[in-house]
């Protein structure tokens, strides 16, 4: 279950990202508490997000002074977010889970208009990046230490509003920036003994399998609808969530 789980995640992050909405609830079957599922699911997406920034190494070595800018915050912000998780109780972890699911679906289904928005702005050569972009990728980083689900599409959304740039240049600098605060986040984990390993080390090979067979069937599978596919798993899973712990 875990390994198909991994592989579907690495998919559905290659193709339409969300990937952790298949992942995360798949952990929390093995009968695993919620807070150490949330932690070794991080470290179980970490290898996709890692690969991604990978093939997307030239896009962000044109972007590089901005992406070490933006750096700062999503280090900050992925420790603080990852602090915050292992210092909430279990009981108030499980009662925030399905809100946290379903506005990860609500930005999943908002990607497409994140998306369009970021065709439409013009490349700039700028390299200044604005104040307030600083302050909201700190944010997003201790939302995706803390969950991590939907950070990507976040990320994309701040940077279409205040950066100029071309979509592949975003997805770029998106996809280094979450390896970075997932990776802080995951040694925070392990350091703290909270990731299970034999079930973080069997999804992490599943999902860079995933991610591959992601990539290379991209193009023959519109993303919209697997993106529909998964926002309809993840309020199932949450509304089966709240119904449990009611």
């Not at 991994?6 to 009968?31: D, E, H, I, Q, R």
């Not at 970490?46 to 002074?65: D, K, V």
């Not at 939907?150 to 996809?175: C, E, R, W, Y």
């Not at 599978?221 to 969530?241: D, F, N």
């Amino acid at each position: 279950m875990l390994a198909g789980a991994g592989f579907s995640a690495g998919v559905v992050n290659a193709m339409a990202g969300g990937g952790s909405l298949l992942s995360f609830p798949a952990l929390l079957l093995t009968g695993m508490p919620s807070v150490e599922a949330n932690a070794t699911n991080t470290l179980a997406n970490l290898p996709g997000t890692l690969s991604a920034a990978w093939a997307y190494r030239r896009f962000i070595a044109e972007e590089r002074r901005r992406t070490a800018i933006l750096a700062i915050p999503s280090a900050l912000g992925g420790l603080a977010g990852s602090i915050l998780l292992l210092h909430t109780s279990e009981k108030a972890f499980d009662a925030v889970v399905p809100w946290l699911i379903l506005f990860a679906c609500a930005l999943l289904a908002l990607q497409g208009r994140v998306a369009r928005l970021l065709v439409r702005a013009a490349p700039a050569s700028d390299v200044h990046v604005p104040w307030p972009l600083l302050v909201i990728q700190f944010l997003v980083a201790v939302y995706g230490g803390y969950f991590g689900a939907g950070i990507g599409i976040l990320m994309l959304a701040s940077m279409a509003i205040f950066l100029p740039d071309t979509l592949q240049h975003a997805n770029g600098i998106k996809v280094l920036l979450a390896s970075l605060l997932n990776g802080i986040a995951a040694v925070y984990f392990l350091h703290a003994g909270a990731v299970h390993l034999p079930e973080a080390a069997l999804m992490a090979v599943a999902s860079t399998l995933g991610g591959y067979a992601g990539a290379r069937v991209a193009q023959r599978l519109k993303p919209t609808i697997l993106r529909s596919l998964v926002v309809v798993y993840g309020v199932t899973v949450a509304l089966v969530l709240m119904l449990r712990h009611r």
